[in-house]
């Protein structure tokens, strides 16, 4: 039950964070994967891959399909949308955590 409730609140900071990489440059799932879990977040490719298909659907990513090595890899890219919605979130963020600090 904890595990779901701490699952459901993180989740809304790793689409931010994601949101954020996204805006920077094209992200494939497996690097994203990487910089998740360099910030603490274990996060399975099975969670991830439907997380960004909903955020492309949703409009807030944009993907392209590149062939590298002969393999398609999935790259995604903020739309005009998801960068409104990160900017938003930064502003929310930064509200809250201003009145929840130390």
Do not use: W
Request: charged share 35%.
């Amino acid at each position: 039950m904890e595990d779901q409730v701490y699952r459901r609140l993180f989740l809304g900071f790793i689409q931010i964070h994601i949101l954020h990489h996204a805006q920077e440059e094209p992200l494939y799932g497996s690097r994203m994967l990487e910089e998740l879990k360099e910030h603490g977040y274990s996060l399975s490719a099975g969670t991830l891959y439907p997380l960004l298909r909903t955020m492309e659907v949703n409009g807030l990513l944009e993907r392209e399909d590149r062939n590298i090595e002969g393999k398609i890899r999935k790259y995604y890219r903020t739309t005009e949308k998801g960068s409104a919605v990160l900017s938003e979130a930064k502003k929310k963020a930064h509200e809250l955590f201003k009145e929840i600090k130390d």
